[in-house]
């Protein structure tokens, strides 16, 4: 049974998900951001069969993640390259990656991809960081409010995500991994 898609969705998450399509058109922008471009190489990069990987450029393309630009002229060949709009999920790889990382899935010794910064070779790490004091926030203590595009569905989905906050406090509680909310409330 296939699913009916995110139309309709108030959601920016169902939104990006929609727009990269599957884990197909996923790992075909990892690929644009390491640097590869062209069919053959995503082809030998991720084993996708000709008919998935011809129709997941299409749907990147249709979205405007990606452009196709020819490069040859005969025969006709084609590189695909990000758009402003496809850098843009460009920081989803890293997070992706280290959390794979973080969880050994990847079934390699060591992290199978490092991330750094171009300029001064230094890796990079993703976080969450105050706004207002610019210090390192732990998902744990991450909370989600209400956006002025909130429909009645983000709404119920937040007041009942705020009813089962106070468990996740009690189970932090209980292993000794207090939030930062309440080591500022002791």
């Known amino acids: 049974m296939r699913s009916k898609g995110f139309d309709g969705m108030v959601c920016s998450i169902a939104g990006v998900m929609a727009a ?14 390491c640097g590869l471009s062209r069919y053959e190489d995503f082809r030998q990069s991720s084993g996708v069969t000709n008919a998935t990987l011809s129709d997941r450029l ?43 990382d973080s969880l050994g899935i990847s079934g390699a010794s060591g992290p199978p991809m490092t991330f750094v910064n171009r300029k001064t070779g230094a890796e990079i790490r993703w976080g969450f960081i105050d706004q207002k004091t610019g210090e390192a926030v732990s998902p744990v203590d991450l909370e989600i409010k209400e956006g002025d595009g909130a429909d009645d569905a983000v709404r119920w989905r937040l007041s009942r995500a705020a009813n089962r906050r106070q468990a996740l ?5 209980a292993s000794g991994e207090a939030t930062d909310a309440q080591k500022s409330n002791s």
């Open 20 to 33: 990269i399509g599957d884990r197909w058109g996923l790992l075909i922008l990892r690929d644009l951001v």
């Open 58 to 100: 299409k749907h990147l393309e249709a979205n405007g993640l990606i452009e196709r630009r020819r490069y040859q002229v005969n025969p006709e060949r084609f590189e695909y390259l990000l758009t402003r709009k496809g850098w843009q999920i460009a920081p989803i790889m890293p997070v992706l990656a280290q959390i794979g």
């Open 169 to 173: 406090d009690d189970i932090l509680a």
